[in-house]
């Protein structure tokens, strides 16, 4: 038998990086107190580097989804894979060329340079790893994502990301 609350636990889970973060900014609060000029400037350094890890943890929360989705999403070694009941399947981080949000912001669509695609539902479980690896996308600027992820009346297919040298494409073809 547990001692916390099932609704506790899942909150602390959720919001365990801001809350590290915090504790590491009090930390170094705390630690501003030393007299030595070396330690306040070590304990500065500590507040900055937990703003820093509260910071992303927020924009990783905003990331999540509730819910479930079918499926599990996993990356290794520069592979984003989802194995899924019905599909699934594999795409290189360096071979992505296109994200799109898709089905009104419940499925991220990867299109690879060889044109093939790959479907994950956005709350997927192990779907915020995502957030790391498109982070790693030259030129994607995570605000964009997080904001059509939280749009309230998205697109039926929103392209949130295309490499270079498909925006040099896409813009000859207009």
Known sequence: MTMIRPELSAWAK?????LAGLAIVLFGLW??????RFFQFLAGLVVVVGLATAFIGWRRLRFRRAGVAPGIVQVVEGQISYFGPDSG????LREIVELHLIEDG????LISDQDA?????????GG???FDAFAHL???RMQSVLTALNDPEPAHRQ????HPSRQARFLQMR
């Open 31 to 36: 630690a501003l107190q030393a007299n030595d």
């Open 89 to 92: 399947g594999f795409m290189p």
């Open 14 to 18: 959720r919001w365990s990086e801001v």
């Open 159 to 162: 392209a949130l990301w295309l």
């Open 128 to 130: 915020e790893v995502l």
């Open 106 to 109: 419940t499925h991220w669509l």
């Open 117 to 125: 695609s790959l479907e994950i539902p956005v709350a997927a479980t």
């Open 138 to 140: 030259p030129g994607l």
